[in-house]
């Protein structure tokens, strides 16, 4: 079921205001989260407009969270972070997906929470592309 609403859901024009597409995955679709002060950002969201990790089987959320950790596994092969932090944040946006956030120990709110949208960094669609492309060839 799809939520009109929800960028996640329409894809196209609504998610393209904050990400940018790397690839369908089994479970969902990944896409590089536009605001790159962490670089490597990217959201895995969930195939179905579902709030909770707990409104899915335990088998759909392993298969999730098993393709999380393969994402997790390019991101650290593509840009070498000191840490990947996770979060599943959702409150305004009720559609499960997940932010994989590399942290350098030079970089961006290293050692603290980041932000949903410090707002600093943005690429041109062309950097945006090789980016995915890395990462798509990592996967
Ligand atoms: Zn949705």
């Given at each position: 079921?799809?939520?009109?609403?929800?960028?996640y859901c329409m894809q196209g024009d609504l998610v393209a205001k904050f990400a940018y597409p790397v690839c369908q995955m089994k479970t969902g679709y990944l896409y590089l989260f536009k605001e790159q002060s962490k670089r490597g950002r990217v959201i895995?969201?969930?195939?179905?407009?579902?709030?909770?990790?707990?409104?899915?089987?335990?088998?759909?959320?392993?298969?999730?969270?098993?393709?999380?950790?393969?994402?997790?596994?390019?991101?650290?092969?593509?840009?070498?972070?000191?840490?990947?932090?996770?979060?599943?944040?959702?409150?305004?946006?009720?559609?499960?997906?997940?932010?994989?956030?590399?942290?350098?120990?030079?970089?961006?709110?290293?050692?603290?929470?980041?932000?949903?949208?410090?707002?600093?960094?943005?690429?041109?669609?062309?950097?945006?592309?090789?980016?995915?492309?890395?990462?798509?060839?990592?996967?």
């Amino acid at each position: 079921m799809k939520d009109q609403n929800c960028a996640y859901c329409m894809q196209g024009d609504l998610v393209a205001k904050f990400a940018y597409p790397v690839c369908q995955m089994k479970t969902g679709y990944l896409y590089l989260f536009k605001e790159q002060s962490k670089r490597g950002r990217v959201i895995l969201a969930y195939k179905d407009h579902v709030s909770e990790m707990i409104d899915i089987s335990d088998e759909d959320r392993n298969a999730f969270f098993a393709e999380v950790a393969q994402v997790a596994r390019a991101v650290h092969k593509v840009f070498n972070p000191a840490k990947v932090n996770y979060g599943a944040y959702g409150d305004t946006g009720c559609h499960l997906h997940m932010h994989i956030v590399p942290k350098y120990k030079d970089g961006d709110e290293w050692g603290g929470t980041f932000q949903m949208n410090p707002d600093k960094v943005y690429l041109t669609d062309e950097e945006y592309e090789a980016m995915a492309e890395q990462i798509r060839r990592a996967l």
